[in-house]
Structures are given as C-alpha cells and as structure tokens.
C-alpha cells in the first residue's frame, strides 16, 4: 500500500506547473491527470496523510474497540457535535474537530457540514454509488426557466465518463434508460432473495414505470488495474486495505505518485488565492501550515480548486483584491450562492414474509436502485424534478436483539436464529437551484488556524418538501405492492447538508454576468483558475453526484494542459 507520497522536482522554490488543492474525489483526479500530462504537481490538503494499514481497521469486531461501537458520547459533545451525527467509532477519526473547524448558521435554518481533513478526504468514507447525468438533469433548468443553463449536454461529458469509470471500476447492470444512462460496467453484484421478490412485485405493476436494478457502485467486483476484487467484508466505511472501492488514496493519488511528478503537502491550510492585476491571472496560494501554524505562499501557472463546495467557495470568498472586493472571480455575484443537497430519508420499510430457508452470506457492500420515474414522461402536479431510491433487503440478526427485552440463555439462543427479512426504501431527491440558498463569510468567527469561517444559509423549500412527502408514499405503495407487512414510512426528513452531496456555489454557466465558470470549470474572471468539486453544479439531479465531478475534472485537465501547451494560458 502507498504510505508516502513525494517527490516531485519544483522548478524552483515553492513554485509548480500546477497546484491542485483538495486530495479528495476531485483533486485525486487533478493530480492524476496534470502529472500524467507532464505538469509538475503540488497537491495541498489541509489535514494529515492516511497510512492504511494503520487507519484502516475494517476487519476490528465491535469487542475490539472501547466503546464496543458505540462511540465516546461524552468526547463528541464536546468536540464533535456535528460529526457525530454520522459515523460509528471506527471511523470517527476520519471527521474533523469541530471546535477547530467551526462554521455558523441561522438558528431557524440548521445546516450539517459533514467533513474529514485528511489525504483523500471524502472519498475514503463515501456511499460508492455511482450513477451518470443525462439530458433530462442537464436541460433540466433551461426548460422550467430555473437557475441558469448548463454550458454542456450529456454528450460533452459522455466519453468522459467512459474515461473515468475505466479507471475507477463499476459494478453494475446494463438497464437501457436514457435518463439514467449506462456506465461501463463490472460484472453486477447479485440481488439477495428478498430483494428479487420485491423487484419482480414492482415490475409492470406501476404506469409511472417503476423497475428495481442493482446499485451501480465504485467497488471492484473482479480484478482491475492492479486492485483486488472486494471480498465482501462490509464496513467500507472504514477504508478499504484491499483497495478494492475507488478512492484517491486507493487509485489516482498512486497513479500520480507512479509518474515522478507530484508533490503531496498534508497538513496545508489554503487561507486564500493570490491575484495579480496586471496579468488577471492567479500567481500562487497562501498556506498556512496546520501544525507550525507558519504562513507561506506556493506558485504555479495554474491552480485547480478541489477543496469540496462549501470550502473551496470559502477560499474564494476569502480571497479579496481591489478587483474583487466579494470574493475572487465574483463579478457575477453568484459565487456561494445556489447551495444545494440532496433531500434524503424520505421512504419506508416493512418486513417480506417467506424466504425463511434463505439466509444472505457475506456482507454485500452494495444496496438496490430505483432509478427516478416522477416527471419522465408525465408532469407531476405537485412538483418539479424527482427522486431515486436506494436500498435493499436483509435478514435481521443478533443486533436485533439490542432494542429487545430478554436476558439469559433462552433469549441468546433466540438470537443464534436469523430473524425475518426486512427491506428498506430510501429516497435521494432533486434540491432546485436557488439565489438565497447562500453561504458568507462570517466576520466575528475564524478556525484554528485564524481563518475567517462561513456562515451557510440554506433551507428546504416547497418543491424539496412535496418531493419528500412523495418519496415515502411511493415507497409504500411498493412494499405493499410486494406484499410487505409493518410498513412504515418515513415521517424524519434530512437537514440541509445531510446527504453530504453539497454543490452549487460556484456554478459553470454561458453567461459571465450569471455564472461563476464556464464550460470546460475554467473562471470566467482568472482564466487560470479551474473549480472541478461539486462547487460547478447547475442543478443537484438526484442521482449521486460523485462520478460527475470526477467527468468534470478529467475534462478541465485535459482543457487547461492543452491550452498551456499551445501557449494560451
């Protein structure tokens, strides 16, 4: 496993071809990209390197660790009260510190800021599903009159995708939907019983045109490129020692590694961007070192922004100049604005009668997809857009037993016995784009390293709200459909940040005066500046967006190396 990463020559003292900020999802995929292009690469990530075999602990039963799971209540309350809200105490070291990393909000307008500072970033303890956007996302806004325009059609980022899922691995099933298309597909992982007799109840049964596939998910299901087939472990959450999902640590940060020209800085706290006004270009970037807390500066011709939506517009914001007295390349006025997430929770479960001779081996890392069918073919009177579902069926086992009474040997040898098989719908809907849906700096509050926070403001609306209530009346309808006893539909919806899929706030567009960047992530206003995170989105779709912005920063390096190279940049 890659423990180091270094060694990258500068061409001279803290000066680069290319600085990528952000080791995540994106900025794995910037470095892979510019040093494989020739571009000698510095990547700057603000938290600490990740040394598998010793942070991934996958394989550590609960009576292995000291709260048995549980986590340390007392400890995240004081240090972690938003973090604590996901995760398990496997990977609780993988979420920051909030009294180090504060933010603020509206107290009638919470919002959940679900983040990790460390190489790879998000992408160590991502979901993995793993869906592309079609024209019906990307024309999406230019038909309703929302927003603006996406500067790009499907067909723009299609061979991308290709690209991109080539290298990263995805299990899936060919379903011929033009508005949820096909990936390049590993072999699907299977659907357990429970599961097919759901998918065969749905089928047919519904004139929306409901079907049921298995989730398309960055996890290997044979060998490719060097990395091992997942052996169905389970808690991919706490890293992977096979490497067998796709993250950076896993795959493009080694690739990067491989061609001799990077250069990884953990613990490098981006303060902000420098601009020169003569050129209009940036010329390097202000660090903060998180350990010595010593200010420094790195140059490079280019700089590609991969800090995660909400920071990477927090580093422009904070970035002012006599030009940009709002923030860098903000002439438009939409840089942080148009925040969005994916409404979640909405849904339903209940218990499949049968199958009692079946029980499932293995702990599959994969769930079931119900891709959208609101607004397909027939407009919704309720609301705009739609939703997936995620999820799937699994038998009940000994963990049942810890919101059961019962004590001694009676009640343990009842738990030896698998228990009935239960499934679960959860819905991922569209959030729209919207101006007050909006993030600041706030001027009374700065980190640990003395950089002014944000101030996010964000909330649901009408739209995001029918199409929770929708979810979970649909996912009823299907379980009763498959002749599901217990049903209950979900009656918690998700807070604004709670599908950890933000984006928004630097929106790609045609127009300078509406957008923030333009087709191939480049800024309008600093054309050496490239954004490939979640911050270019014009719309939230409802699928997983992770796949888009890997698409999206392939195609930015290939643009930016080309028009350095012809000496146009």
């Given at each position: 496993?890659?423990?180091?990463?270094?060694?990258?020559?500068?061409?001279?003292?803290?000066?680069?071809?290319?600085i990528v900020i952000g080791s995540g999802m994106s900025g794995g995929w910037a470095a892979?990209?510019?040093?494989?292009?020739?571009?000698?690469?510095?990547?700057?990530?603000?938290?600490?390197?990740?040394?598998?075999?010793?942070?991934?602990?996958?394989?550590?039963?609960?009576?292995?660790?000291?709260?048995?799971?549980?986590?340390?209540?007392?400890?995240?309350?004081?240090?972690?009260?938003?973090?604590?809200?996901?995760?398990?105490?496997?990977?609780?070291?993988?979420?920051?510190?909030?009294?180090?990393?504060?933010?603020?909000?509206?107290?009638?307008?919470?919002?959940?800021?679900?983040?990790?500072?460390?190489?790879?970033?998000?992408?160590?303890?991502?979901?993995?599903?793993?869906?592309?956007?079609?024209?019906?996302?990307?024309?999406?806004?230019?038909?309703?009159?929302?927003?603006?325009?996406?500067?790009?059609?499907?067909?723009?980022?299609?061979?991308?995708?290709?690209?991109?899922?080539?290298?990263?691995?995805?299990?899936?099933?060919?379903?011929?939907?033009?508005?949820?298309?096909?990936?390049?597909?590993?072999?699907?992982?299977?659907?357990?019983?429970?599961?097919?007799?759901?998918?065969?109840?749905?089928?047919?049964?519904?004139?929306?045109?409901?079907?049921?596939?298995?989730?398309?998910?960055?996890?290997?299901?044979?060998?490719?490129?060097?990395?091992?087939?997942?052996?169905?472990?389970?808690?991919?959450?706490?890293?992977?020692?096979?490497?067998?999902?796709?993250?950076?640590?896993?795959?493009?940060?080694?690739?990067?590694?491989?061609?001799?020209?990077?250069?990884?800085?953990?613990f490098s706290v981006v303060h902000s961007l420098i601009f020169d006004s003569k050129t209009?270009?940036?010329?390097?970037?202000?660090?903060?070192?998180?350990?010595?807390?010593?200010?420094?500066?790195?140059?490079?011709?280019?700089?590609?922004?991969?800090?995660?939506?909400?920071?990477?517009?927090?580093?422009?914001?904070?970035?002012?100049?006599?030009?940009?007295?709002?923030?860098?390349?903000?002439?438009?006025?939409?840089?942080?604005?148009?925040?969005?997430?994916?409404?979640?929770?909405?849904?339903?479960?209940?218990?499949?009668?049968?199958?009692?001779?079946?029980?499932?081996?293995?702990?599959?890392?994969?769930?079931?997809?119900?891709?959208?069918?609101?607004?397909?073919?027939?407009?919704?009177?309720?609301?705009?857009?739609?939703?997936?579902?995620?999820?799937?069926?699994?038998?009940?086992?000994?963990?049942?037993?810890?919101?059961?009474?019962?004590?001694?040997?009676?009640?343990?040898?009842?738990?030896?016995?698998?228990?009935?098989?239960?499934?679960?719908?959860?819905?991922?809907?569209?959030?729209?784009?919207?101006?007050?849906?909006?993030?600041?700096?706030?001027?009374?509050?700065?980190?640990?390293?003395?950089?002014?926070?944000?101030?996010?403001?964000?909330?649901?609306?009408?739209?995001?709200?029918?199409?929770?209530?929708?979810?979970?009346?649909?996912?009823?309808?299907?379980?009763?459909?498959?002749?599901?006893?217990?049903?209950?539909?979900?009656?918690?919806?998700?807070?604004?940040?709670?599908?950890?899929?933000?984006?928004?706030?630097?929106?790609?567009?045609?127009?300078?005066k509406t957008s923030v960047l333009n087709e191939h992530n480049q800024a309008h206003d600093?054309?050496?500046?490239?954004?490939?995170?979640?911050?270019?989105?014009?719309?939230?779709?409802?699928?997983?967006?992770?796949?888009?912005?890997?698409?999206?920063?392939?195609?930015?390096?290939?643009?930016?190396?080309?028009?350095?190279?012809?000496?146009?940049?």
């Open positions: 496993m890659c423990r180091h990463y270094g060694g990258g020559v500068a061409m001279a003292a803290n000066t680069y071809d290319a892979k990209e510019l040093t494989e292009k020739g571009m000698q690469t510095l990547v700057l990530e603000a938290g600490r390197s990740i040394v598998p075999e010793v942070d991934y602990v996958e394989h550590v039963p609960p009576w292995g660790v000291k709260f048995r799971g549980l986590r340390d209540r007392k400890a995240e309350s004081i240090n972690r009260p938003i973090q604590s809200q996901i995760g398990d105490e496997w990977n609780a070291k993988f979420f920051v510190d909030d009294k180090e990393n504060p933010y603020t909000t509206d107290s009638d307008k919470p919002y959940l800021f679900l983040r990790g500072r460390h190489v790879g970033g998000r992408s160590v303890m991502w979901g993995r599903q793993t869906y592309r956007l079609s024209d019906l996302d990307f024309e999406a806004n230019l038909k309703e009159g929302l927003g603006v325009d996406w500067p790009i059609r499907y067909k723009d980022i299609e061979p991308w995708y290709n690209y991109v899922e080539d290298f990263i691995g995805v299990s899936g099933q060919a379903e011929g939907l033009p508005h949820l298309p096909d990936s390049k597909f590993l072999p699907p992982m299977e659907m357990n019983c429970a599961e097919l007799a759901v998918k065969e109840a749905i089928a047919g049964k519904f004139p929306d045109g409901r079907m049921m596939t298995i989730g398309r998910v960055a996890i290997l299901t044979e060998s490719h490129r060097g990395r091992a087939a997942c052996h169905y472990c389970g808690p991919c959450q706490r890293g992977c020692i096979t490497r067998s999902y796709f993250s950076s640590v896993n795959s493009t940060l080694p690739a990067a590694q491989e061609t001799g020209k990077l250069t990884l800085r953990p209009r270009k940036i010329t390097g970037v202000r660090v903060i070192d998180g350990q010595t807390r010593e200010a420094m500066e790195f140059h490079a011709r280019i700089v590609f922004l991969c800090a995660s939506t909400l920071e990477s517009a927090r580093i422009l914001l904070n970035s002012t100049t006599p030009e940009f007295p709002n923030g860098l390349a903000n002439s438009s006025g939409e840089l942080g604005h148009n925040l969005m997430d994916h409404i979640f929770k909405g849904g339903a479960t209940g218990t499949i009668p049968g199958h009692e001779d079946h029980i499932q081996m293995g702990n599959r890392p994969n769930g079931i997809y119900v891709p959208r069918f609101r607004n397909i073919k027939q407009k919704h009177p309720a609301f705009l857009r739609g939703y997936g579902f995620q999820g799937g069926g699994h038998r009940e086992g000994w963990e049942r037993g810890s919101d059961m009474p019962g004590f001694g040997v009676d009640f343990k040898n009842m738990l030896k016995n698998p228990g009935p098989w239960r499934f679960n719908f959860t819905g991922f809907g569209e959030c729209l784009p919207n101006h007050d849906n909006h993030l600041e700096i706030d001027k009374n509050k700065v980190d640990a390293w003395g950089i002014p926070a944000l101030k996010i403001n964000c909330q649901w609306r009408p739209n995001e709200l029918a199409i929770y209530k929708d979810m979970s009346v649909t996912a009823a309808e299907m379980l009763e459909a498959a002749g599901a006893k217990d049903i209950v539909a979900s009656t918690a919806q998700s807070l604004p940040g709670e599908g950890i899929h933000e984006m928004g706030s630097a929106r790609m567009g045609r127009d300078p600093v054309k050496n500046l490239f954004v490939t995170d979640g911050s270019c989105m014009v719309s939230s779709a409802c699928v997983n967006p992770s796949l888009t912005y890997m698409a999206l920063t392939a195609r930015a390096c290939d643009y930016a190396v080309g028009k350095m190279k012809r000496g146009e940049l």
